[in-house]
């Protein structure tokens, strides 16, 4: 009711909602102009995904999505597989990526070679990132007796059972100095730690977009990654990019394995495609001429309502 309200105030031409996992897609399907809706999180996908029970916020964020898709008046989708899952309960849909945060476009320090592979991977500690398993990974790098680091960015929520053991499992790896886990980042926190590392591990069973590995590799760190959701779009094209099916954890080994032994080299020219790709100039005209293309099909009374 209070974005009903601004936006009877600011009297705009279209309502733009941004993202189905909260609020802001109904709110834009009941502000009463013409709107469209980005998908960020496919929330109906995740809920089948992760078997979601009856009544849950996840579930009841699916059930809201698909209310709201078959209202708006078109769905800007963040990759070919966001694309097919809202095409069928979508008016029409657009294939827009999302752009990523000019800092992570920064011109790069003079990188300063060191004797230690240092890894990262970033995301919330859940079972949806499954940080608890790729310690497996760290356990059998370091029995092969590789050198190297593996840093956890995000934030750890203490009172689930999986964080719990994320937690619990990551003690004796920290003592040894193989792994770390180093809480929430700030952007430019992140953009430090990538230009520090040589590699970034995302192993998620379900990604709509990916906007870590887009990040990463805006950095021209070197991909490893599960072959789901929008990564593969992200990929596509990228020097030394990796991508495994979503439990090949042997493959995923052996390969990090390889890479440590042969230098760790970083993946030069994934920034260029980066840039091409999701430069927030480039993302922000997409949008404009959708904003036009809708303007000029919608019914005049709905314009300016």
Not at 22 to 31: E, T
Not at 132 to 144: C, G, K
Not at 210 to 217: F, R, S, T, W
């Amino acid at each position: 009711r209070a974005t009903r309200k601004k936006l009877k105030e600011i009297q705009p031409d279209i309502v733009h909602g941004q993202g189905t996992e909260r609020d802001c897609a109904i709110s834009a399907v009941f502000s009463g102009f013409p709107n469209v809706v980005t998908i960020h999180g496919n929330m109906a996908a995740l809920a089948r995904q992760f078997r979601e029970r009856a009544g849950s916020f996840v579930w009841l964020a699916g059930k809201l999505e698909t209310f709201t898709l078959k209202r708006t008046d078109g769905v800007l989708c963040n990759s070919a597989f966001t694309e097919g899952e809202v095409r069928p309960r979508a008016r029409r849909t657009w294939h827009v990526p999302n752009a990523l945060r000019e800092i992570f476009f920064a011109p790069r320090p003079a990188l300063v070679r060191t004797g230690r592979c240092t890894l990262v991977n970033v995301g919330v500690i859940s079972a949806g990132k499954r940080q608890l398993e790729l310690l497996e990974v760290v356990r059998e790098l370091r029995q092969r007796g590789l050198d190297f680091e593996f840093q956890f960015a995000g934030h750890a929520h203490a009172d689930s059972g999986y964080v719990s053991a994320f937690l619990e499992k990551i003690k004796p790896l920290e003592r040894e100095g193989v792994a770390r886990s180093i809480g929430l980042r700030t952007g430019s926190e992140l953009v430090q730690l990538f230009d520090q590392s040589a590699g970034m591990v995302h192993f998620s069973p379900a990604e709509s977009f990916g906007l870590a590995v887009a990040e990463g590799l805006a950095r021209d760190l070197k991909l490893f990654a599960a072959r789901v959701g929008g990564v593969p779009d992200i990929a596509a094209g990228v020097p030394g990019a990796e991508l495994f099916d979503v439990d090949d954890w042997r493959g995923l080994t052996s390969a990090l394995a390889d890479w440590i032994r042969s230098g760790f080299p970083r993946a030069r020219g994934a920034a260029e495609v980066m840039r091409a790709r999701y430069y927030p100039g480039i993302i922000a005209q997409r949008h404009v001429e959708i904003y036009k293309e809708v303007l000029g099909s919608v019914s005049p009374k709905r314009v300016g309502c």
